[in-house]
């Protein structure tokens, strides 16, 4: 899928410049597959985008302690 979204251009700067809503990137301190700063790029295309460090965090969500996430979510959106 990720492939696709990516031939097809549909991350463009273009299209990401076009969300308005508050959009949260959320980098693991320890992810393998996108690095700070392609993170620090997109997060920086987005009208109302912020970036976020998860330390000692992986690149799948569902691999984050559940507690650490519990709080990043809340801190990030309550």
Do not use: C
């Given at each position: 899928?990720?492939?696709?979204?990516?031939?097809?251009?549909?991350?463009?700067?273009?299209n990401?410049?076009?969300?308005?809503?508050?959009?949260?990137?959320g980098?693991?301190?320890?992810?393998?597959?996108?690095?700070?700063e392609?993170?620090?790029?997109?997060?920086?295309?987005?009208?109302?985008g912020?970036?976020?460090?998860?330390?000692?965090?992986?690149?799948?969500?569902?691999?984050?302690?559940?507690?650490?996430?519990?709080?990043?979510?809340?801190?990030?959106?309550?």
């Amino acid at each position: 899928m990720m492939q696709i979204i990516g031939e097809k251009y549909l991350l463009s700067e273009t299209n990401l410049k076009a969300v308005q809503q508050e959009v949260i990137i959320g980098i693991g301190s320890q992810d393998r597959m996108v690095s700070y700063e392609e993170s620090k790029s997109v997060a920086s295309m987005l009208p109302n985008g912020k970036l976020t460090k998860l330390e000692n965090s992986p690149h799948s969500i569902e691999q984050i302690p559940i507690d650490e996430l519990t709080v990043f979510v809340k801190n990030s959106f309550l």
